[in-house]
């Protein structure tokens, strides 16, 4: 197993750093690793945002549900889905654009976790831990105004990155499902429930797989902070379907 494939298997997300800065140079090599992530024709449809102001920092913390280790983190990017750059280069350029749809919507968020995934890769070989913050697809409203994201830009993500503790480095990594389970050659087939449950049975070694799926589906899927997530959506979603 090589270095890059090793490091795969062992990163894990990280939400307790050491008090200590990310020099710069490092910053700038995961910022210039995400710039080299595949891109679809070459438009590079993302830009990044680097909080560096506290208060921002301190915000998110709080309407990304909660979670205090963002404020702490040395570095925050939040990957945004950028269609708008384009358009207004085609109007600049006198192209008369066609307005965004949703499949545009689509490649530009493609574009945008794939450069979020070749930073977490780069700061993985450099020591530097890192977590996705989900939440961010959150409070539509509340992120708009305070990121000033305008009409066409939707943030897919955001990441924060230092240096784990001892405690992180030496935290287990939670098992994956197996290769079997989740690779089918060709053709989509639908699991039956015995599927499922040997899919899932690494969660159900102390507990029975109805016990499981209840509190999971009730703590994860089912939760204030996912309906919310799929509203937000919704709402970025009216400036590709021009639902007003």
């Known amino acids: 197993m090589n270095e890059i494939i090793r490091s795969l298997y062992e990163r894990k997300s990280v939400r307790v750093f050491e008090e200590r800065p990310i020099p710069a140079e490092c910053k700038k090599e995961i910022l210039l690793s995400a710039m080299q992530a595949p891109t679809a024709g070459n438009q590079q449809l993302y830009t990044i945002l680097d909080i560096t102001d506290q208060e921002l920092k301190d915000k998110l913390s709080v309407s990304c549900d909660n979670q205090p280790f963002i404020a702490k983190a040395p570095l925050v990017l939040i990957f945004c889905a950028d269609i708008l750059k384009w358009f207004d280069v085609f ?14 919507l689509i490649l530009a968020i493609d574009d945008a976790l794939i450069a979020a995934q070749n930073t977490v890769v780069a700061a993985e070989s450099l020591g530097i831990g890192s977590c996705y913050i989900g ?10 105004e305070m990121l000033r994201l305008p009409e066409y830009v939707f943030p ?16 287990i990594k939670p098992k994956r499902c197996r290769l079997e389970d989740m690779v089918q050659e060709n053709y989509y087939q639908k699991r039956d429930g015995q599927q499922l449950r040997n899919m899932f049975d690494k969660e ?13 589906c009730k703590r994860k899927y089912n939760s204030d902070f996912s309906k919310e997530m799929s509203r937000s959506v919704q709402e970025y979603l009216k400036d590709y379907l021009k639902i007003r």
């Open 156 to 171: 897919a993500a955001m990441l924060v990155y230092g240096y784990p503790t001892r405690q992180q480095k030496e935290r």
């Open 204 to 216: 159900t070694e102390n507990r029975s797989f109805e016990e499981w799926s209840q509190a999971f």
């Open 135 to 144: 939440d961010i697809m959150e409070q539509c409203e509340l992120h708009r």
């Open 91 to 104: 109007k600049e350029g006198g192209a008369d654009p066609r307005e965004p749809g949703c499949g545009d």
